[in-house]
């Protein structure tokens, strides 16, 4: 009789473990598009940003520094800056120092 309460126990612990390992089916053939935010912009040191962009930065954004820069082949540049409470902004500038929006 103990070995028949045994077995039962051992057979239902058995079914428990099984079903708990069933794994959901994952949909490998999803089809994703990537549409290219950075428009061909290429990093760029921070002392070879322009200084009129240094000065539009310094005066209308005074908490920010900056942080990272980049620039693509119209002489747009894409800054990235971060405010004092570690925002991150990211801003673009043409190399007159003139705001340009980016969609």
């Known amino acids: 009789m103990k070995k028949l309460m045994i077995t039962?126990?051992?057979?239902?612990?058995?079914?428990?473990?099984a079903q708990a390992q069933e794994t959901a089916s994952i949909d490998t053939n999803v089809e994703t598009t990537i549409?290219?935010?950075?428009?061909?912009?290429?990093?760029?040191?921070?002392?070879?940003?322009?200084?009129?962009?240094?000065?539009?930065?310094?005066?209308?954004f005074e908490s920010a520094t900056l942080a990272k820069a980049w620039k693509n082949e119209k002489n747009e540049y894409k800054l990235e800056l971060v405010s004092t409470d570690d925002k991150v902004i990211e801003v673009y500038a043409n190399s007159k120092g003139e705001w340009i929006k980016k969609e």
């Open 35 to 60: 549409k290219a935010t950075t428009q061909d912009f290429v990093a760029v040191d921070l002392k070879n940003v322009p200084p009129a962009i240094l000065k539009a930065v310094t005066t209308d």
């Open 8 to 17: 039962a126990l051992f057979a239902v612990a058995s079914l428990t473990v």
